[in-house]
């Protein structure tokens, strides 16, 4: 994970004297939101050295702060002796992803099972990998909240530009009355992606988990990066509003295009949280027409 800004609508204390600053926080938005989609988008691999202290996107730090009750994440790291050293790489850097998590959030405790057994790990939900190579390797992620239990069974290096996304989406699902990014409950977003999803693949029996996600994920890439277009073309009218009524040396017309600069940044840091929320609720969808728990 690429570390991102915490919190890209803040405004600069100088944001009158300078566009710059709602410029940088839209396309830092942008980039909070979307930054699993950019990377699969550009095919970028991940790091092969540990990187720097992350700093968690945006839409993460609102599912934080509406948690209500402590969370546990059992990240399992059960890896084969001989297991490639990617997957060793992946895994540390798993590990520091979900310490940003716990230090983010007083309520996220992480705790690390490296040392269980395979039955251990597949009695969690947990599925291996490589199992043809010895005894396999088990990476996985369960989250636990009073009684309500959110599990990712298997997590991938080929999937780690989503990999936030999808724990923010399992946090969201132990989250007591959790709204998605629309403001329609999980619930409700799911049924309609159902009915959009049954569309899309009249014949689901015929394709496979993995192949229905990964189609629904380059869909998400092509739709994340027409808004992005959009909006940088929306962030350049606007600030050229700006540059146009600080000419004319109007304070009252400089706050008035100021704000319309704020609010197409306001309006498409929503939308690109919409596309991430719908994303993740039409593959939990797939996953339910598949019969398997999202």
């Not at 939101?33 to 968690?56: E, K, N, R, T, W």
């Not at 730090?61 to 969370?71: E, H, I, K, S």
């Not at 400089?254 to 690109?272: C, E, F, G, I, P």
């Amino acid at each position: 994970m690429i570390p991102t800004p915490r919190d890209p609508l803040r405004q600069s204390s100088h944001l009158r004297g300078s566009t710059r600053t709602p410029v940088v926080a839209a396309l830092s938005a942008a980039a909070g939101i979307g930054l699993g989609f950019a990377m699969f988008h550009h095919g970028s691999q991940p790091p092969s050295v540990q990187p720097p202290a992350l700093a968690l996107s945006e839409a993460t730090t609102q599912v934080l702060a509406g948690l209500r009750r402590p969370v546990e994440m059992r990240f399992y790291s059960v890896l084969d002796p001989n297991a490639a050293p990617e997957l060793r790489n992946f895994s540390a850097r798993v590990n520091q992803l979900l310490d940003a998590y716990q230090a983010d959030s007083g309520k996220i405790a992480v705790n690390v099972v490296s040392n269980a057994s395979a039955n251990a790990a597949r009695s969690e939900g947990i599925t291996g990998v490589d199992l043809d190579k010895g005894e396999g390797s088990y990476l996985g992620l369960v989250l636990v909240s009073a009684d309500k239990k959110q599990v990712l069974p298997q997590l991938s290096p080929q999937w780690e530009p989503a990999l936030e996304c999808d724990i923010s989406r399992a946090l969201a699902g132990l989250a007591q009355g959790q709204k998605s990014a629309t403001g329609v409950s999980i619930t409700e977003t799911n049924n309609v992606s159902a009915v959009e999803l049954q569309k899309q693949f009249p014949d689901v029996a015929s394709l496979t988990l993995e192949q229905g996600t990964r189609i629904l994920r380059e869909a998400s890439v092509k739709e994340f990066a027409a808004a992005v277009t959009d909006m940088q073309a929306q962030v350049r009218d606007a600030e050229s509003r700006v540059n146009q009524s600080r000419a004319s040396g109007s304070a009252q017309d400089q706050d008035a295009a100021l704000r319309q600069l704020q609010a197409v940044q306001a309006a498409n840091t929503q939308k690109l949280k919409d596309i991430a929320a719908l994303s993740q609720a039409r593959i939990d969808a797939l996953k339910a027409l598949k019969g398997q728990a999202p």
